[in-house]
């Protein structure tokens, strides 16, 4: 197999692995333009959420920012939106109420 062949394979097998690291935005480092890209979070939600930071887990950042609850945090997560480096329902971050 070529070289340019096998990098071709390599590229395509690691693209959606890629993707994920590059769409994964952390709320507690994120400037307010990466925040307003996740898809649901508008401007006064990314408010709130600047307001709030840092956060030290999910279930911190449910508790103190009003408008999102544990189904809208999924749906975030589900977009690339992680509290410190974590998606939501992690292990050790939590899923609260």
Known sequence: MSGLRRRGLL???????L??????T???????AQLESVPGLGP???QRLLAGRPFSDWADLLKRVP????ATARKLSAS????????FGST?????G
Do not use: F, H, M
């Not at 050790?92 to 609260?96: D, P």
């Open 67 to 70: 408008g999102i609850k544990a």
């Open 92 to 96: 050790t971050g939590g899923e609260a």
């Open 11 to 17: 590229l395509w097998a690691w693209a959606p692995a």
């Open 80 to 87: 690339g939106l992680r509290v410190a480096g974590r998606p």
């Open 19 to 24: 993707a994920r690291a590059q769409a994964e």
């Open 26 to 32: 952390d709320v507690n480092t994120a400037s307010r």
């Open 44 to 46: 006064a939600l990314v």
